[in-house]
């Protein structure tokens, strides 16, 4: 990466010093000692966003369609990392203002100035750690219960310990969490440019930059932002070694797995399965030594033993060592999460009582894809902070699920059969994944489209393809996709109008379903008989 001049700091340093003004008068404790702290974390993270944008948006050779980033493309990043850093840290600080004065103030987080209940519980025990004798490793403790692994614990409890030593200041751990999800753009930008092309690039930074979800968690104490890092670094060096072989690219894949897994072993897991197809699919087998095979199944099984002793801590699992106690914490996460949405709706519960039992858990699945249901999010009640955050995150999930519906097709019509077979596999992973947590988060809201968003970096990815793919070529599925999502959200967002502010006449849910099948049929059968037509 280049080294920052003496230039750099004429901007980077007053705008520090400035901003830790500003975020110190806004917390408790002592101003100065709030202002240091704040302008040292401003400025590290600022000075490492320019490092990376400036590293990442250097020329460099690509193995596809363009051979170097161009100048506009270099700004372009630019432009990507600042709003996403931008956007990040406002919304969190917004939403930590706003939420104790217009949201549900009789919630203790809400009340606080949080977002999430997992962050204001692991914030509240990071700074109970960070403030007491214990040292910062006791948060891989198991009675510190707000954190399964404690990774993400220990971080926040150092960064209080040493950055905020005076006072509780959440916007602290705000600002890390923007910054570590902005830090993911400039290796995002690189690695794809690499493998896919400039166009790609664009395409993915600015979806992964501006997508709703990701904003609202990367302004909050989560643990996605920090996933999407360790994601990005895998990725960076993966396609880093296909293309150059060196020792060093291997790093970054280190640095990323090894933060996954003191944070969320799963998503390490996860990764690791889609670098092994990754391999397998685009016919580099050979490239693999025995010893690169043994480091991937180790870290898989510590990744293993983590995630099993994790979510087994009262050993109330069964045995079947750590294979057996994930399968059973699946099992009885999904008996729960059906059991939740059926008593969380009456209008569920009615549907359960009127479908067979083999129909519910196909059922949760599917409406917990549509999590979160933009029709919902428009007519249901709720104070106004939380209905705009409500329909910009619904907003953001239905722009993209139509691209990643089509991205199945976008991989069977790609030109080169490696990028081909490639994107099929990234599809099942991506769609894989979704189908899960659609399960594993039932109708929740808020859970579903947080455990779907692990995987977001992928998803973006994805999208980018799409979305290129489809300004080249013209196809008609993506346009069809749409038009069937615009029938859906119109029949169904009458429905919700008439259930909550009694607009025109309600249809029967059940009657509203096959007609919107039989529009969705319609079209499908229409779409084929088109494609054949011009082809003959």
Request: with cysteine; charged share 10%.
């Amino acid at each position: 990466m280049k080294n920052l001049s003496q230039r750099d700091f004429i901007w980077i340093l007053p705008l520090s010093l400035g901003l830790g003004a500003v975020l110190s008068s806004l917390q408790p404790g002592n101003w100065l000692i709030g202002w240091l702290g704040f302008s040292f974390l401003f400025l590290l993270c600022i000075s490492l966003l320019t490092l990376s944008t400036r590293w990442a948006g250097a020329s460099t050779s690509f193995n596809s369609t363009s051979t170097s980033f161009t100048p506009l493309s270099a700004k372009t990043l630019i432009w990507m990392v600042a709003l996403a850093f931008a956007l990040r840290f406002a919304g969190g600080v917004i939403t930590y203002l706003a939420l104790p004065v217009y949201g549900y103030v009789e919630d203790e987080e809400q009340s606080a100035g949080f977002t999430y209940t997992d962050a204001y519980r692991r914030d509240g025990q990071a700074w109970d750690l960070a403030n007491s004798e214990q040292p910062v490793l006791d948060a891989f403790n198991q009675k510190f219960a707000s954190d399964q692994y404690g990774g993400l614990l220990a971080f926040s409890a150092f960064i209080y310990r040493y950055v905020s030593p005076d006072a509780h200041r959440p916007l602290i751990l705000v600002l890390m969490s923007a910054f570590m999800s902005a830090l993911a753009v400039p290796f995002l930008f690189k690695a794809v440019g690499q493998q896919w092309g400039e166009k790609v690039a664009i395409v993915s930074g600015w979806i992964y930059a501006l997508y709703p979800e990701s904003i609202l968690l990367g302004g909050s104490a989560m643990r996605e932002p920090y996933l999407w890092l360790f994601s990005a670094f895998v990725l960076w060096g993966f396609v880093s070694w296909q293309n150059t072989h060196t020792r060093n690219s291997w790093i970054w894949v280190s640095l990323g797995i090894t933060g996954m897994l003191l944070v969320s072993p799963s998503v390490a897991l996860v990764t690791l399965i889609i670098l092994v197809g990754w391999v397998y699919f685009t016919g580099e087998r050979g490239r693999i030594s025995w010893r690169m095979v043994a480091i991937a199944a180790c870290v898989f099984m510590v990744g293993l033993f983590i995630l099993s002793s994790a979510v087994d801590r009262q050993g109330n699992l069964g045995g079947g060592g750590p294979i057996g106690v994930i399968t059973g914490f699946i099992r009885e996460s999904l008996k729960l999460n059906v059991y939740k949405v059926e008593a969380e709706s009456g209008w569920v519960q009615k549907l359960f009582d009127e479908m067979p039992e083999w129909m519910q858990l196909p059922f949760v699945m599917i409406y917990g894809i549509l999590q979160p249901v933009l029709p919902a999010a428009i007519f249901s009640p709720t104070q106004v902070i939380w209905q705009i955050i409500g329909i910009l995150r619904a907003l953001g999930w239905y722009a993209i699920l139509p691209v990643l519906i089509v991205s199945f097709v976008t991989a069977t019509g790609s030109g080169l059969e490696k990028n081909r077979r490639l994107l099929i596999w990234l599809s099942f992973i991506v769609w894989g994944w979704i189908l899960f947590t659609a399960l594993r988060g039932g109708g929740d809201q808020w859970d579903n489209p947080r455990y779907r968003s692990i995987l977001f970096l992928w998803q973006a990815i994805l999208a980018g393809n799409v979305l290129v793919w489809w300004q080249e070529t013209k196809n008609a599925w993506l346009l069809r996709v749409i038009l069937m999502e615009v029938i859906f959200l119109i029949l169904f967002g009458q429905w919700y109008a008439n259930r909550y502010i009694h607009f025109g006449t309600q249809l029967p849910f059940a009657h509203m379903v096959v007609i919107i099948l039989g529009l969705w049929a319609l079209i499908f059968i229409w779409g084929l008989w088109r494609d054949r037509k011009r082809s003959v």
